[in-house]
């Protein structure tokens, strides 16, 4: 079950957290995975990692906030069966705190960075006969979060794209899905804990954990597993559906 096999599958921001464990995930299942990542040699790492475990990958530097980028590399792949959407960045501050600069960043790489790689990769998917596609959402797109405007409003621009995509490619059998995490523990949720709260990391840590109902916070590998299920043949009858998996954070919150 769950077999990618054949398929060519390519993952924005593949290089490191969520997306780093969607890739080895992926190539452990049969994917041909094409690791794609503003940092090279990220996207190296994880391409290599697979690569020793017997699975076949490749990696590619590419900035998404640039259409010319994202074509030239796409053109490099031609076949893509899959496209994960994971290349993302966050930000801290309300509607009168977030600078105009902070919120144009938030966009080109949230938003727009996701519309070209939907643009580019769409007619490569229609070539081909079809294609399964799932956005990296956020809880934050469908719940009220202190201190996150820029980013609920990037994300819930995700979650929009991931329902007009799912609508516009019925005929051309190309299924858009989308997943919403909670907090997910990744690297910039460490270094995002040093600059904040310096000295305090332990305790803001378990802090953090505990606004999630279940207690603690997710695991990249839980959400590359969600993502593979909507991937593969066993979900394809699922498009124009967002998935949250957050402990909780949604529904049982009082």
Excluded: W
Aim: some cysteine.
């Amino acid at each position: 079950m769950f077999s990618l096999q054949n398929k060519h599958a390519v993952i924005t921001g593949g290089g490191s957290g969520i997306g780093k464990a969607i890739s080895l995930l992926f190539g452990a299942q049969g994917a041909v995975v094409h690791v794609v990542d503003i940092h090279g040699e990220n996207a190296k790492a994880t391409a290599g990692e697979i690569i020793a475990q017997n699975g076949l990958a490749f990696a590619y530097p590419c900035d998404i906030t640039k259409q010319y980028e994202v074509a030239e590399v796409f053109s490099q792949i031609k076949q893509i069966d899959v496209l994960v959407n994971s290349a993302g960045i966050s930000h801290i501050g309300k509607a009168d705190t977030t600078a105009e600069a902070d919120f144009d960043r938030i966009y080109h790489v949230n938003v727009k960075g996701v519309y070209n790689s939907l643009h580019v990769a769409i007619p490569i998917m229609k070539v081909s006969g079809g294609g399964a596609i799932v956005n990296i959402c956020s809880v934050a797109a469908l719940a009220g979060l202190s201190d996150r405007f820029a980013y609920s409003m990037s994300k819930g621009a995700v979650y929009s794209m991931t329902l007009s995509v799912a609508k516009d490619y019925l005929g051309e059998k190309i299924r858009c899905n989308s997943i919403s995490p909670g907090r997910v523990h990744t690297p910039f949720v460490d270094g995002f804990l040093k600059k904040t709260y310096p000295g305090r990391e332990q305790e803001m840590f378990e802090k953090l954990s505990k606004t999630q109902p279940i207690g603690r916070m997710g695991r990249p590998d839980e959400i590359a597993t969600l993502a593979l299920f909507l991937c593969s043949e066993e979900a394809s009858f699922i498009t124009g559906t967002d998935y949250p998996i957050d402990g909780g954070f949604l529904k049982l919150n009082t």
